[in-house]
């Protein structure tokens, strides 16, 4: 299940405006490899949509099925939030249907 936990309005190139869902997939417990200690961790994604502000605040809290998976790109630079660093990634984290396995969406097109 992911839960939807924001929402933000976005421009695109054109100039148009359109929002944007902020998914948040189940919280995972991982072991850090410096201390050995576990931290708890969920993923996060967006998906683009045609609802306006109200409807967008409305789901705010909603669940739906699916998953939050990590799928290889070409790398791209990332700026670290609240830091000067810059560092290279080759993935990225999106919404996968629950039906669907991550396979077979990069195969058919559906993730990309």
């Given at each position: 299940?992911?839960t939807?936990?924001?929402?933000?309005?976005?421009e695109?190139k054109?100039?148009?405006?359109?929002?944007?869902?902020?998914?948040?997939g189940?919280?995972?417990?991982?072991r850090?490899?410096?201390?050995g200690?576990f931290?708890?961790?969920?993923?996060?994604?967006?998906?683009?949509?045609?609802?306006?502000?109200?409807t967008c605040?409305?789901?705010?809290g909603k669940?739906?099925?699916g998953s939050?998976k990590?799928i290889e790109?070409?790398?791209?630079?990332?700026?670290?939030?609240?830091?000067?660093?810059?560092?290279m990634?080759?993935?990225?984290?999106?919404?996968?249907e629950?039906s669907?396995?991550?396979?077979s969406?990069?195969?058919q097109?559906?993730v990309?």
């Open positions: 299940m992911v939807v936990t924001g929402f933000k309005e976005t695109n054109e100039g148009k405006i359109f929002n944007v869902l902020e998914l948040e189940e919280v995972e417990l991982i850090s490899t410096q201390t200690k931290y708890a961790h969920a993923h996060k994604a967006t998906i683009t949509s045609t609802l306006n502000l109200a605040k409305a789901l705010v669940k739906f099925p939050i990590k790109t070409e790398p791209y630079s990332y700026k670290v939030p609240g830091t000067d660093d810059t560092i990634l080759s993935h990225t984290y999106q919404y996968v629950e669907v396995s991550v396979e969406a990069v195969f097109g559906e990309q």
